[in-house]
């Protein structure tokens, strides 16, 4: 079975300062990569999601980028934090594209 | 454009009280209809996934039914510990990379 690690789990961060987070899958191959965002009230917000190594696909223009070095590696990142980049960010991955797995979750904060 | 509708947002129930959790979808060719529970500051746990009309699924205290274009999660004698988020999710059948479609999430709370 496919298991998400992801980290860390709480996060505070300056505006303006850089971001990494990391999310690895363990279980399965060449899965699809997804990282959500969720806010309260509105649901998760797809965010990234990408089908391979170095292939991403952006669902909403936004101050972040995604990159997949490796099958089960998945990096979510923003050069410059803004405060509206607040959230609870997740990960989740898609063996053979069917029904997803989550990580844990990083809840960001950015003063 | 698939869309997925979960009513109430909110339900608050007294142990042992039993009720019925909504999510309504439109989706063009159902692959399948996910269930989750999300815990606070936790990721979602996957529960069911449903495939066709007349379909159900039961764990514990929770029985999932599918209709054509509504699911429920049915809540028998809940607990205290049964307190959680439930999000519903479509996947259509077109395309390889189909992504699922999530509703917003009802939040469940059961007091004792």
């Known amino acids: 079975s496919q298991t998400i690690h992801q980290w860390p789990a709480t996060l505070v961060q300056p505006v303006g300062s850089p971001l990494s987070l990391e999310c690895t899958v363990e279980?399965?191959?060449?899965?699809?990569l997804y990282w959500y965002r969720q806010a309260a009230g509105r649901g998760l917000q797809l965010l990234f999601y990408?089908?391979?190594?170095?292939?991403i696909s952006s669902e909403v223009p936004q101050n972040l980028s995604a990159s997949r070095p490796q099958d089960r590696q998945f990096i979510l990142s923003s050069k410059k934090l803004l405060l509206s980049d607040s959230g609870f960010y997740l990960c989740?991955?898609?063996?053979?594209?069917?029904?997803?797995?989550f990580g844990s979750g990083t809840r960001l904060t950015v003063v | 454009e698939d869309q997925v509708t979960q009513s109430p947002e909110a339900l608050r129930l007294q142990e042992g009280e039993s009720s019925s959790l909504n999510c309504s979808y439109t989706?063009?060719?159902?692959?399948?209809l996910f269930w989750y529970r999300q815990d606070p500051g936790k990721g979602p746990e996957f529960l069911f996934t449903?495939?066709?009309a007349g379909e159900e699924k039961e764990k514990e205290r929770l029985k999932a039914t599918l209709t054509k274009k509504e699911s429920f999660l049915h809540i028998t004698a809940p607990k205290p510990e049964d307190s959680a988020t439930y999000l519903c999710?479509?996947?259509?059948?077109?395309?390889?990379?189909?992504?699922?479609?999530f509703g917003k999430g009802i939040t469940l709370s059961v007091r004792p």
């Open positions: 989740a991955g898609s063996p053979q594209a069917y029904g997803y797995t």
């Open positions: 990408s089908v391979g190594i170095g292939q």
């Open positions: 999710a479509v996947q259509p059948q077109t395309g390889a990379n189909s992504k699922l479609t």
């Open positions: 279980g399965t191959s060449n899965p699809n």
């Open positions: 989706v063009s060719g159902l692959r399948g």
């Open positions: 449903l495939y066709s």
